[in-house]
Structures are given as structure tokens and as C-alpha cells.
């Protein structure tokens, strides 16, 4: 009886429209040295219309910013070649999908430079976490600028200088230090002696993860999702107003999986590329009958039918109006 209520409740296809599922945290592993895996991202643009290129080391956490006029990919092929004729060229580019980041210009720079491009999931922003966070930390800067009447490029180069010279609290050392292997002065004193090794920072690089990710898995009640290739699922879809459900009503195929990333078919054919949580894992019930071309919402009593599909003009993916039958609507007037 249990696992018949349960499986009941499962496959209720509304409640799995509106489900948002979680999964738990990935874990980026440690480069083997400085400069080696790169994140960059453009932060903007801003209302002067400036752009900000900003590159992160994964191992230093040590990060270049370059303020853009244009974002297009040549103008981000030259600052990435001012950045890296201080630091190097690393030997991957970890970017999300931007034009600029797709762009054959960008991709034959990389080759000829013998660094692997890597691109996140498609809609997956968490991917390239370590860029996003420093991109909340250098808006937040701007913002403070900005309501204070300062120069936001000044202050700026101030916040920036002040985080390469200070103990970050995951590595328990310095961005600078890491990066070039001695500390850079700046006005707060240093009473801490050096001799730190680098096992002791890998050490304490797991354990801040670790505990981080412990944390927000138990906050989230995270858990894996199970899908796997040749499953039915429902993909999440953008939400245009209050009446917007968290899915797709329309069950997709999984085609592919590696990883948490996954390739999803349509039924029209057409492929999509999503992270897992992205997608939840449709339960089918016998009674609830879905069409690749039309889904129809069973009128309430005491509201008139709302339909969507191609024969009623309004998208599947969303139910932006109200369609109100005439005859239903004078009806109501007349008792009211």
C-alpha cells in the first residue's frame, strides 16, 4: 500500500512541473601548480557601457581584470595576451558559452597558443564557480563606488590590491604569494612566519571544500538525480510570468551523459545540452495523457478551461494569457 501511495504521488505530472530538485555540490580538484587551469568571464556591461574581462587562476585564486570598451573576440584575444605575457600562457581556459568564448578567432587563438578551451554546461553558471564568485566581489566594489560618488576604477585597483596581499581563507595563504612564491607588502602588518609546504595547503584546500560542501547538501537536501541514458525527463525552462511551471510539460529523451552534463532530445528531434539539475526524471502515469504537440490543463469548476497547444495560439512552454471562452465568461456575469 505504501509503494503504491508513493508511486501514486510520484507520478503526479504537476507536481513534477513545479518540483525544483537539487543535487549536491561538485568539487573542482587542484591544479598542480600556479597559472595552469584559468577561469575568465565578462562582467557587464555596465550602464557607462564598460565590460570587465576578468581571469582567475584556480590554483592562486590570484585574478587579472581588464575594463573593456568592446567585448567582441578580438578585443578579448588582445587583453588576454597582455595578461598573459606577465603570468604565462596556462594550459587551460575554462569560459561559458559566449559568442566571444565560441568565436573561430577565439579558437584559433587557443590552438596556436596549445591551450584546451573548455566551455560549462549550457545554463549552468555553477560550473565556472571560482570566476562567478570573484565577479559578486568585484560588483559589489562597483556598487559601494557608485553609491558613494567615487571613481568605482580607482577603487577598484585598491579592493583588487587588497585581496592579492591577504591570507585567503580556503588556502590559508596569500593569491600574490601563490602565485609569485613571496609576499607582497601592503599596509596591514604580517606577523605569520613562512615555511608552509604545499601539502599542508592541499590539506586544508579539501577540508574548506569538504566542510562547504557538507553544509550546503544537508541546507539543500540534495540528491542525486539517477537519470541516465535513454530515460524520460523533464527539462527546466525560463520562467516568463507567475503561471510559468519550473519544467517542460513535454518529456524529453536523454541521449547522452557525461558527468553531471547531459545531451537531451525533444521529440521534434532537436538536442539540448543541460546540467542535471536542469532535468528531473519524469515518473509516467497511465492516466495522465501527454502529446509532444499539446497539453491541456483540466478546467476547474469554478474557472473557465485554459488551453494551450498549436490549435489555441498560445506556446506550450508557457501560458502567457488567459483564454477565456466567451459563453463561459457571460455565463459568470449573468449569476454573479
Known amino acids: 500500500m505504501d509503494r503504491a501511495a508513493e508511486k501514486y ?9 513545479v518540483a525544483h530538485p537539487d543535487e549536491p555540490l561538485g568539487q573542482t580538484t587542484l591544479p598542480d601548480g600556479p597559472w595552469q587551469d584559468v577561469a575568465i568571464d565578462l562582467l557587464g556591461p555596465f550602464p557607462s557601457g564598460h565590460s570587465i574581462l576578468v581571469v582567475v587562476d584556480y590554483y ?20 588576454l595576451e597582455e595578461i598573459f605575457s606577465r603570468h604565462g600562457l596556462p594550459i587551460t581556459i575554462k569560459s561559458d558559452n559566449g559568442p566571444q568564448f565560441r568565436s573561430e578567432e577565439f579558437l584559433e587563438y587557443c590552438d596556436q ?32 563606488a ?44 604580517d606577523f605569520q612566519a613562512d615555511g608552509r ?32 541514458v535513454g530515460d524520460k ?31 537531451v532530445e525533444a521529440p521534434n528531434g532537436a538536442q539540448y545540452s543541460r546540467n542535471t539539475t536542469h532535468v528531473r526524471k519524469y515518473v509516467s502515469n497511465a492516466s495522465t495523457p501527454i502529446q509532444d504537440d499539446r497539453v491541456e490543463v483540466t478546467a476547474s469548476p469554478m474557472l473557465p478551461m485554459i488551453k494551450t497547444g498549436a490549435n489555441s495560439g498560445v506556446p506550450d512552454s508557457d501560458v502567457s494569457e488567459l483564454v477565456i471562452d466567451p459563453d ?7 449569476t454573479s
Not at 609546504?197 to 541546507?219: H, L
Open 9 to 17: 504521488c510520484r507520478s503526479c505530472h504537476g507536481c513534477q512541473l
Open 60 to 79: 592562486s585564486r590570484f585574478y587579472e581584470y581588464d575594463i573593456l570598451n568592446s567585448t567582441l573576440a578580438v578585443k578579448i584575444i588582445d587583453s
Open 113 to 144: 597558443n596549445g591551450i584546451t578551451a573548455l566551455k560549462v554546461t549550457a545554463k549552468w553558471a555553477q560550473a565556472n564557480g571560482e570566476v562567478e564568485r570573484q565577479n559578486k566581489s568585484l560588483m559589489k566594489r562597483i556598487r559601494i
Open 146 to 189: 557608485q553609491a558613494e560618488g567615487l571613481d568605482w576604477k580607482r577603487e577598484l585597483r585598491k579592493y583588487v590590491t587588497k585581496y592579492r596581499g591577504i591570507d585567503h581563507h580556503t588556502t590559508g595563504r596569500s593569491p600574490a604569494e601563490f602565485l609569485f612564491n613571496r609576499k607582497v607588502r601592503g599596509k596591514l602588518p
Open 197 to 228: 609546504i604545499d601539502m599542508e595547503v592541499r590539506d586544508r584546500d579539501a577540508e574548506q571544500k569538504g566542510k562547504a560542501k557538507i553544509y550546503a547538501d544537508e541546507r539543500r537536501n540534495a540528491q542525486y538525480s539517477g537519470v541516465d
Open 233 to 263: 525527463v523533464l527539462v527546466r525552462k525560463e520562467k516568463t510570468n507567475k503561471f510559468s511551471t519550473t519544467f517542460d510539460p513535454v518529456p524529453h529523451t536523454v541521449v547522452s551523459k557525461f558527468g553531471n552534463s547531459l545531451v
Open 328 to 334: 463561459v465568461q457571460a455565463s459568470s456575469e449573468d
